[in-house]
């Protein structure tokens, strides 16, 4: 059983320019949650997906959107890249947003 | 609203001593409470959950936590350290169900000496 999966594993970029990251939830589940974590710091909220609609969302810009698709897979998308926006980008899936999450291993994104 | 508060940035044990990793946190309403851990360059991994059941969590690999009230905490414990228990550890706080927003604090790092 697979678990959270999430591509790529390192990207680099630079100012200006736009990243899309990918994210598959485990198995059987339906709700997948994104997170940023700067280098030294807790995982921040970034949004929600459920029924390929953003259920929640945290306090990021409008340059940050999602989406999920009906397989429950998502992307995260960021334009205009800052240099504040390089993080470990986490995805984190469950079912019905009645469970614990699980974690897929992030996305590095660097911005030079 | 919800907050947690990791007390230490930092702590250092010997192995085979107990570890003691401290959080307090704030809610309006019945919490969901978790602790993770992350190793370096690794994804978050689940060390237990508190969902208003009993307030003593067992968690994997020897760890517990028990939630007060009272005191607002939900400390993680371990009887004896091991050299592989040593990484980033987040205590985190959900409205009740957990498959809302978490909520993290800024995490603990800890470091087990021989």
């Known amino acids: 059983d697979a678990g959270v999966t999430q591509s790529p594993t390192h990207l680099i970029k630079t100012r200006g320019q736009q990243v899309t990251l990918r994210c598959s939830p485990k198995?059987?589940?339906?709700?997948v949650s994104w997170y940023q974590q700067a280098l030294g710091q807790g995982p921040q909220f970034i949004f929600q997906?459920?029924?390929?609609?953003?259920?929640q969302r945290g306090n990021f810009p409008d340059r940050f959107s999602g989406h999920q698709f009906p397989n429950y897979s998502s992307e995260l998308n960021v334009n205009a890249l800052l240099l504040g926006d390089s993080a470990l980008y986490l995805c984190?899936?469950?079912?019905?947003?009645?469970?614990?999450?699980?974690f897929g291993p992030g996305t590095r994104l660097t911005v030079l | 609203a919800q907050s947690v508060t990791q007390l230490d940035s930092h702590v250092s044990v010997s192995e085979g001593t107990p570890v003691l990793l401290r959080c307090n946190y704030s809610?309006?309403?019945?919490?969901?409470l978790f602790w993770y851990v992350q190793h370096p360059n690794k994804g978050l991994q689940l060390l237990l959950k508190y969902t208003s059941a009993a307030t003593l969590v067992k968690g994997i690999n020897g760890f517990e936590a028990e939630f007060k009230k009272s005191e607002t905490s939900f400390h993680l414990t371990k009887p004896s350290a091991h050299m592989s228990d040593a990484a980033e550890y987040f205590c985190?706080?959900?409205?009740?169900?957990?498959?809302?927003?978490?909520?993290f604090g800024t995490g603990t790092q800890l470091k087990v000496e021989l």
């Open positions: 984190a899936s469950s079912f019905g947003g009645r469970d614990e999450q699980f």
């Open positions: 809610s309006s309403y019945s919490p969901s």
């Open positions: 198995s059987g589940h339906d709700t």
């Open positions: 997906y459920y029924e390929e609609e953003e259920r």
């Open positions: 985190v706080v959900s409205p009740t169900g957990g498959g809302n927003k978490l909520t």
